[in-house]
Nanobody
Framework: QVQVMESGGGLVQPGGSLRLSCVISGSIYSANAMSWYRQAPGKERELVAGIVSGGNTKYADSVQGRFAISRDHAMKTAYLQMNSLKPEDTAVYFC?????????WGQGTQVTVSS
């Protein structure tokens, strides 16, 4: 059974950093694309950052210059390095992986930015 699992969330003070990880397990195939989304209470889920197998990346304007997405060579693990965190970055962060045309989601990891 193919699963997508996030880790690395937690509580951090404003200005701090966190690194999220997303791991695909149970699949012999690599992802074609992996993305991070987030959803804050009362808000819609939004794209934060994405990366494709060729290495191209994209970011939401709100995180450009602060967050960096990367992946392993096998395209089965993706990371989201989050720096200069702000209270408005507080949300549940979800990993999305596209594997052979099928989208898969993780269960999410909570990121809370608060003093």
């Amino acid at each position: 059974q193919v699963q997508v699992m996030e880790s690395g969330g937690g509580l951090v003070q404003p200005g701090g950093s966190l690194r999220l990880s997303c791991v695909i397990s149970g699949s012999i195939y690599s992802a074609n694309a992996m993305s991070w989304y987030r959803q804050a209470p009362g808000k819609e889920r939004e794209l934060v950052a994405g990366i494709v197998s060729g290495g191209n990346t994209k970011y939401a304007d709100s995180v450009q210059g602060r967050f960096a997405i990367s992946r392993d060579h096998a395209m089965k693990t993706a990371y989201l390095q989050m720096n200069s965190l702000k209270p408005e970055d507080t949300a549940v962060y979800f990993c999305n992986a596209k594997i052979r045309g099928k989208e898969m989601w993780g269960q999410g990891t909570q990121v809370t930015v608060s003093s």
